[in-house]
């Protein structure tokens, strides 16, 4: 086995070196052959690609004429909806500016002058491409598509019969005979039968024991099950749905306009997984009331641009817990060092999994499992002893250069009963290692001592597994280290030193950029998660760079991830409700 140099610091990874003779310009790309099935795989990722561009490229076309109405899709929803979702893409209120905004940092949309002209080239050219010049926006889709989209789910399959399960799309339109037109044009190759129902041309297609519908009425397409295509014919656009109580205090809680929105109805699945768990032939789902109190009565998801930055939020009512919740700033941040590239933060982390260990362990469907579960644990004291001194935890990511390290990082409520755990681990690895090779030396930083545990040569231990060799060098190791503060366990000693030489004023809390970001989702929190995706993208490259398609890669998909900066998301106790906010921030 390799010689190990104790002195040495130890990081977690690090690309192999990129020299100075290395050309990495997009003359370096050297021609792959691609596999029968490239073809086909290419158009499937062409098919996404488009369904996920329509949206922006719609919105962006409406920038400049863009409404302020609100939806018109609400009245036709099934009132027995469990999801509904919509997509506005005539961009309402301020979305149209505040989208807009964030488009121009991305080549080709700085020019609001000439968005149309480009926007139509472009993307004309990938819906011609994904259908084989079957389809096009500009001429087939864009002369009678209104610009709002919705979506809803109604009654969910029984356990007995999978097929009945309802679903309904509906399409606001501007010209009937148009879109007539065009699901004829699409819908060539499937046997189409024409019935009338409540004095509105229905198509029906049967497939199988399910029969699908289309039908316009009014200024909307309407596309899904037989039943609810009809059951939206015959509310005339003025269903119940906007009324139901869940889904109006969803709507309530979100502020200002939205490029979309996802509900669901939290008690209603509730409902229909305890149908699902009475008809299964052994406990396999376990619902008793603590789980069931884990479901949101409803919950709401809602994208939106704000400028510089599109955000997604998420809102749903608290749901009642022992953990005693509250809205604070991190421990964590002012201990992590300023390199810190990606943060998970949970507050009350420790408190939070003793109260899920209960409930699982008191499930009908969960407590024999839980059974096997205490005993391991009670080899490290049980779940209390492995837990109940967590006060906030996070994994962290940190840079160096080109190098990454990371690990595990906690405050303690009890520090002993955490040094407690340490020390029995650490006795495990002793008593148990000298067989397999590994060892556990103490190194000093300061005042503080950290152990590490050496698990071997990453080669020993990847031909041991039966694993090809690694392009990693090095040891495997786990280090951790206890202070008067914090608990930190990391890949490699040299993260552990990092986060104990972190001093005031150098952390990442006290970085302006960080404290700009959590400032956007709120400082004050119950859990935060931060990624740097500038750096990330940097360390990615550095890794692509000898690759093949380096070269495409630099002019075909750089230029649009540059202008992202990072993207930053907390989660806030706003009165009787959970408010989740995470905002991707451009440069």
Do not use: C
């Not at 009350?348 to 096997?372: C, H, M, S, W």
């Not at 060799?469 to 202070?483: D, F």
């Amino acid at each position: 086995m390799t010689e190990r140099d104790p002195n040495q610091a130890t990081v977690a990874w690090s690309p192999p070196p990129v020299t100075a003779t290395d050309d990495l310009t997009p003359a370096t790309a050297v021609p792959v052959e691609r596999p029968a099935g490239a073809s086909r795989l290419r158009w499937a990722i062409a098919i996404v690609v488009t369904l996920l561009v329509v949206a922006v490229v719609a919105a962006a076309f409406a920038l400049l004429a863009g409404q302020t109405a609100p939806s018109k899709l609400l009245g036709y929803v099934p009132a027995d909806s469990v999801v509904y979702g919509e997509v506005r893409l005539d961009l309402p209120g301020d979305q149209r500016q505040k989208l807009g905004e964030f488009l121009s940092k991305f080549p080709g949309f700085a020019d609001q002058s000439t968005l149309d002209a480009k926007l139509d080239e472009a993307f004309d050219k990938l819906i011609r491409g994904a259908t084989k010049d079957a389809q096009d926006y500009t001429t087939k889709i864009k002369p009678w598509f209104g610009g709002e989209i919705g979506f809803s789910v109604g009654k969910l399959p029984s356990p007995a019969a999978a097929s009945d399960g309802r679903g309904l799309l509906i399409v606001s339109v501007t010209d009937a005979t148009k879109a007539r037109a065009w699901f004829d044009d699409v819908s060539s190759g499937v046997t189409k039968t024409p019935q009338t129902y409540n004095g509105v041309d229905l198509v029906v297609i049967s497939q199988g024991p399910k029969t699908g519908a289309m039908a316009i009425t009014g200024d909307v397409m309407l596309v899904g099950d037989d039943a609810s295509v009809k059951a939206a014919i015959d509310s005339k656009g003025s269903g119940s749905f906007a009324s139901n109580e869940r889904f109006a205090k969803s709507q309530a809680t979100l502020t200002g306009e939205g490029l979309g929105y996802v509900f669901l109805d939290g008690s209603a699945y509730v409902d229909w997984l305890s149908t699902v768990a009475q008809a299964a032939p052994s406990a396999a789902i376990g619902l008793d009331d603590a789980t069931k109190r884990l479901i949101p009565q409803w919950f709401v998801l809602r994208l939106q641009a704000r400028g510089d930055a599109i955000a997604l939020e998420a809102v749903a009512p608290s749901v009642p817990t022992k953990v005693q919740r509250a809205n604070r700033v991190s421990k964590l941040a002012p201990h992590l060092p300023a390199s810190t590239i990606a943060i998970v933060d949970a507050h009350d982390y420790g408190a939070a999994l003793l109260e899920l260990v209960d409930i699982y362990r008191n499930n009908p469907a969960t407590k024999d499992a839980f059974k096997q579960a205490d005993q391991a644990a009670s080899l490290l004291g049980g779940f209390s002893a492995i837990l109940g001194w967590m006060e906030d935890a996070g994994i962290v990511v940190t840079r160096d250069g080109s190098s990454v390290n990371g690990g595990r990082v906690f405050t303690s409520s009890d520090r002993a009963a955490g040094e407690r755990l340490l020390t029995t681990l650490r006795g495990f690895a002793v008593l148990g290692g000298g067989q397999s090779g590994v060892t556990v030396r103490d190194e000093a930083d300061g005042e503080t001592t950290i152990t590490v545990i050496d698990l071997g040569d990453l080669k020993d231990l990847g031909a041991t597994a039966g694993v090809p060799a690694l392009p990693i060098e090095g040891h495997a190791e786990i280090a951790y280290a206890s202070t008067a503060d914090l608990i930190v366990v990391g890949v490699g000693d040299t993260f552990v030193k990092s986060v104990l030489d972190t001093k005031p004023g150098s952390s990442i809390a006290d970085d302006g950029r960080f404290k700009s970001l959590i400032g956007r989702v709120g400082d004050q929190n119950v859990g935060d998660a931060f990624v740097d995706i500038a750096a990330v993208r940097e360390l990615a490259e550095l890794v692509a760079a000898r690759q093949p398609a380096f070269g495409a890669y630099l002019t075909d998909v750089k230029p649009y991830l540059v202008p992202l900066d990072a993207w930053i998301q907390a989660t806030v106790i706003d009165g009787e409700l959970d408010r989740s906010t995470g905002v991707i921030v451009t440069k």
